[in-house]
Nanobody
């Protein structure tokens, strides 16, 4: 059974920081491309950042220079360090694993940035 469990969301003031974590189980983590998505109320779900099995990274333009994705294969965990948070970063952030042609999703964690 595949499980992706996110943590680290919360309420923070603009300019603050949060670090999200996603622990994966039931997959071969070292073979998985890991991504963070977010969805704000009334909007579509968008890719925020991704990291390949070789630790190459990509970011949405809106978060470049502020967010950093990383992975710890020994802990089956992917992180999203978010600095310089803005109110427009408010959303539910979800972890995604893409492995052997299939996508798996976590339940999401709420991030709220107050102005």
């Amino acid at each position: 059974q595949v499980q992706l469990v996110e943590s680290g969301g919360g309420l923070v003031q603009a300019g603050g920081s949060l670090r999200l974590s996603c622990v994966a189980s039931g997959i071969i983590f070292t073979r998985a491309v890991m991504n963070w998505y977010r969805q704000a109320p009334g909007k579509q779900r968008d890719l925020v950042a991704g990291i390949t099995t070789g630790s190459s990274t990509n970011y949405a333009d809106s978060v470049k220079g502020r967010f950093t994705i990383s992975r710890d294969n020994a802990k089956n965990t992917v992180y999203l360090q978010m600095n310089g948070l803005k109110p427009e970063d408010t959303a539910v952030y979800s972890c995604n694993a893409y492995v052997f042609g299939r996508h798996y999703w976590g339940q999401g964690t709420q991030v709220t940035v107050s102005s």
